[in-house]
């Protein structure tokens, strides 16, 4: 289970949770007011989110190509795009 904390107390202690997510890859939740407001991740953890949020990118666009309707093509999508 992560760690709570508040923002208040986190900046108090801020090299101290810097340790225990970087060397202990335990994940720190901060909050304000009680809600949940961010949290810090190890490197090792934010990867493997960005490598699940591509993931589930790119399963998106091809589940996107099956469906019908007009293709665009890239030139004109990146030009609309301003790509």
Known sequence: MPTKIS???ARKQFA??????AYAKDP?????????LAA????ED???????????DIEDAWKAREE???H???EKLREELDL
Do not use: Q, Y
């Open 7 to 9: 923002t208040a107390d």
């Open 16 to 21: 101290d949770l810097i340790n225990k997510v």
């Open 28 to 36: 720190v939740i901060l909050t304000r007011r009680g809600k949940p």
């Open 40 to 43: 810090l991740v190890s490197m």
């Open 46 to 56: 934010l990867k493997l989110l960005e490598d699940l949020k591509e993931r589930l």
């Open 68 to 70: 019908p309707g007009e």
């Open 72 to 74: 665009i093509p890239w």
